[in-house]
Every structure is written in C-alpha cells, then in structure tokens.
C-alpha cells in the first residue's frame, strides 16, 4: 500500500494568497497605509498628502511622499533646524507613518490577513478597553510596513 504526498511550493501558495510583492495584500496595505496615514501628516493646502498618492506605486510596497518639503515635515525640523509648526488638527505632525503605525497596526493586520484570505483572532490580546485585534497568518504584515519605510528611508538615504 503506497501513500502519495502532493506539497506545493510555498512560492506557488504565497502567489495564490496574495502575498508576493505587487500582490493584492501588498496592494491593499500599502493603500491603507496612504489613508491611515493622511489623517496624521501636517496639512496646510493638502499638497503633502496629495504628494503621497501621486509619489506612490501602489503594490510596491514603498510608500513616497515626493514634495519636496517633505523631509522637513516628517521629521518636524526646518532648513535651518528650528522646529516646525504644524496646521490642520491635533494627530498632524512629524513622523506620521510611526506614529499612525502605533495606533492602526491591528487594522492593519486584520485588513491584510483578510485580504490574503485569512481570518482575524479576537480571542487573543483583545481588552474590553482598547478593542485591539491580532490576526493569525504566515506572514506579518506589520515586518512588510516597517520594510516599506526603511526602503523609503534607505532610497533617500535617510
């Protein structure tokens, strides 16, 4: 009596998911992170965020904000190293992407989980408090978010 075993390679299973670079879970994170993020960079007129969705292969898994005072803002200090100012609400101001990343990660996760057909755990580190929600999958979505600014962060040379 013979047993037959069929494994797929994980290359092939993480195509399928979604989960290769330019693939829907890259495409809907870095979508997400562009909307969750706008909330958080300083607006005056709007070109800084606008900058964000034009400077932005979306599925690139690099989010670029190409205006060019963008280094400025995000790290909240002027040309000449006075500390900046900043307009349009409380959440607005310097290293959004961390900032936003600190409170969106579980959204993140979840929406990435599901989008690669996953499913989201409620039942583990959620608090009546706080409402948090971590998701059970192959990949962390979360090491892709941190990779994306440390490209971006390594491309300008930062």
């Not at 609400?89 to 996953?118: C, E, H, P, V």
Request: aromatic share 10%; hydrophobic share 30%; with cysteine.
């Amino acid at each position: 009596m013979g047993v037959s075993i069929n494994i797929k390679m994980s290359e092939t299973i993480l195509k399928r998911r979604g989960v290769k670079d330019c693939g829907a879970v890259q495409r809907k994170l870095d979508s997400d992170v562009l909307n969750y993020c706008s909330s958080f960079v300083p607006r005056k007129s709007g070109a800084l965020i606008n900058s964000g969705y034009k400077g932005t292969k979306i599925g690139s898994g690099v989010i670029c904000y190409s205006s060019p005072y963008a280094r400025y803002q995000y790290y909240g200090v002027s040309k000449k190293g006075k500390a900046l100012h900043y307009h349009g609400g409380g959440q607005r101001g310097s290293f959004w992407f961390d900032r936003m990343k600190a409170t969106k990660k579980y959204s993140l996760l979840k929406d990435a989980a599901i989008a690669a057909g996953g499913k989201a755990d409620t039942s583990k580190n959620s608090s009546s408090k706080s409402k948090t929600k971590t998701v059970r999958k192959s990949t962390d979505p979360n090491s892709r978010v941190s990779l994306a600014i440390s490209k971006y962060r390594k491309k300008l040379g930062w």
